[in-house]
């Protein structure tokens, strides 16, 4: 990806996902704390003062900071309820902790000079992966056999069933795909977009239009980590329903 | 996990993405991450939040409740003044209407008495002028004779006093 720059700039827009050991060394042992430690760990902090220091006092008319707290659990669980009823409810701490983690790990992501760990498919794809273990073992366990319906689309002719069931199975393996590398491919694009229009700053003559393209470019990626973040979440609640009602 | 990658090995060239020797480590402390994440929000954070909205929804069905209830002491309050006016009204016109009998009493009874001494009066004046009446006539008889007298001896008669009394007063009845 990386242009053979040989005069001006080093052009390099992947340069800003490479991993590295945070205390020198070379070697990058599974346990090595890394970039991705420490913007994890910040990750923790962050989502530690935002859902629980913020609501310490328990105020019954709560301050910003509460309230923010306040609207995030209330979306999410919503959401829950809404999508995947009642009986789902017992999945919202799950379904929150991915919330709170991507969101968070998007918005950091946009700190000038910061690691934004939900670009890598390896994070992304163990939450899809996570989700679709998840979804099939529940589904299994609650429904037995019957969860195989879900493939069986009892309310088409009977003669289309078997090419249908043949299209669901498939689109039930390619979700965890779709799932993972639609939050990855985000988070990378815009912030490669970014990088790219800031490579062009090196010249004086585009400089300016380059500072309009990544304000502009900013803004937009400020959308899209909320969105993407949702995204994730309303889908792993789609995926759960199935787990829950598998019935068509 | 078992072959330590160099750092920044295809850091050009290819999408750091897809370098499979960061995955161990990345995995690892998404694990890590995900499963802290997980026990502050399920232990800590939204067992909190779940109940403060709880309370507030419980203050807030409480505070409307007390509202209903004042409300509802309004009215019969309301009520119970709207009452006492009534009664005070009936009560006045029940003072009004004994005070209005007594001066009737009253009334009447003066008028009574002014009627009895307007008749006392009354009669005592017919007597008086009946009297003066009475004492007209007889002046009226008195001078009737003399004149009768004094014309007959103008006359050259010869004056009975008996026959012109008796002459004028039969006249006078007539």
Known sequence: MAGEATSGPTFEPMHQFGIHPLFGGDTLHWYTISNVTLWMGVAVILATLLMVISTRRRALVPGRSQSIAEILYSFVHDMVVDITGHDGVKFFPYVMTLFTFILISNYMGLIPGAFTTTSHIAVTAV?????????????????????????????????LRPILAVIELMSYFVRPMSHSIRLAGNMMAGHTVINVFATFGFYAIIAPLSVLGIAAMYGFELLVCAIQAYVFTILTCVYLRDALHPSH | MATPATT???????????????????????????VVIYLVLSRIGLPRIAGILAERRGTISGDLAAAEELKQKAVAAEKSYQDALVQARAEGAKIIAAAKAEIQKGLDA????????????????????AEIKAGAMDAVAEVAKDTAGALVTALGGQADAKAISAAVS????G
Not at chain 1, 135 to 147: A, I, K, P, Q, R
């Open chain 2, 110 to 129: 003066a008028t009574a008495k002014a009627d009895a001494q307007i008749a006392a009066k009354a009669a005592e004046s017919e007597g008086r002028i």
């Open chain 2, 8 to 34: 920044e090995a295809a850091s050009s060239g290819t999408m750091p993405q897809l370098d499979f020797s960061t995955f161990p480590n990345q995995i690892f402390w998404l694990v890590v991450t995900l």
């Open chain 2, 170 to 173: 039969a006249r006078m009845k």
């Open chain 1, 127 to 159: 939450m899809a992966m996570a989700v679709f273990l998840t979804v099939t073992v529940v589904g299994f366990v609650l429904n037995g056999v019957s969860f195989l319906g879900l493939f069986w689309v009892s309310s088409a002719p009977l003669v």
